[in-house]
């Protein structure tokens, strides 16, 4: 199989260049802005995309496109700065290269961050979002295709995508911490265009609280492969149908890097007892 191929040929390479990786190592991916989060990273080894056998190479301004690997406040982490969008022209399966990836190198917990419009009028802007749900509307699953029996079934269960230990410990520490931290459902859409006012009216009837163009193909093949999976989006601009504002990739960048201390300050917080959450 060509696509199970390609992603040996990554790992092979990554672990040439950084050796195992312990059993308690958290990954997680930065989205748009938020690679501020990898400033943390301790002693960092950064491997660059393009030098990495079989990597995609993201094509966003605002996603550097490098592995790194070292740790926060003691806690063993992989980071993914930058991901791979379907509006770039990935498939879902090259959308999602770099989670299985993750899977072969033996990661356990992964922490997925994005960059978000907010469809809840009742949340704030700046604030992150913690994922308890997701809707995918993109008409795609990394899934589609042969299956690869040692990553996962064939027909995944889906009724917990977002682990529920780590939800609430997520809710734990930004009570601990004064964070306000919004709850709700996210919808992966195609992209690269923004939605309609009407587009927001029928996503909001849905039953989605924020929206954005990435993530749910990586939570479904990380929740395949058995990775437990956070996620906490940056809501980074709010979409009121009724009065509907531009919303430049600028100004979401913007918006991120501004946010990016509370994302950085809750997230550390939280991987420092996410090893006791997996016991």
């Not at 911490?177 to 927001?200: K, Y």
């Not at 913007?254 to 994302?263: C, L, V, W, Y």
């Amino acid at each position: 199989m060509e696509y199970h191929r390609k992603i040996q040929h990554s790992v092979a390479y990554i672990q040439e260049k950084l050796g195992k990786f312990q059993a308690d190592t958290v990954a997680f991916v930065t989205g748009t802005g938020l690679g501020g989060l990898t400033d943390a990273i301790e002693n960092p080894i950064l491997l660059p995309y393009e030098e990495i056998d079989e990597f995609p190479l993201s094509t966003v301004k605002s996603h550097a496109g490098q592995l790194i690997s070292g740790t926060i406040d003691e806690v063993p982490v992989l980071a993914l700065q930058g991901r791979f969008h379907l509006y770039e022209g990935f498939t879902a399966q090259e959308a999602t290269h770099n989670i299985r990836v993750l899977g072969e190198l033996g990661v356990k917990t992964l922490i997925l961050t994005n960059a978000v419009g907010a469809l809840n009028p009742s949340f704030e802007t700046g604030s992150p979002m913690l994922i308890e749900d997701h809707i995918n509307l993109t008409g795609h699953t990394p899934l589609r295709g042969e299956n690869v029996d040692a990553w996962g079934e064939r027909f995944p269960d889906m009724c917990a995508v977002y682990d529920p230990a780590l939800r609430q410990l997520a809710v734990n520490k930004a009570l601990e911490l004064g964070i306000r931290l919004e709850r709700g459902v996210f919808m992966q859409v195609m992209g690269p265009n923004m939605e309609t006012p009407a587009e927001t009216r029928m996503y909001r009837r849905m039953g989605a609280d924020a929206i954005g163009m990435s993530t749910c193909m990586e939570a479904i093949a990380a929740h395949h492969m058995g990775i437990r999976l956070l996620g906490i989006s940056c809501l980074t601009n709010k979409n009121l149908p009724d009065c509907m504002v531009d919303a430049p990739l600028d100004a979401v960048i913007a918006q991120a890097e501004k946010s990016s201390a509370t994302m950085t300050k809750l997230i550390r917080s939280i991987l420092k007892e996410i090893p006791q959450t997996a016991e």
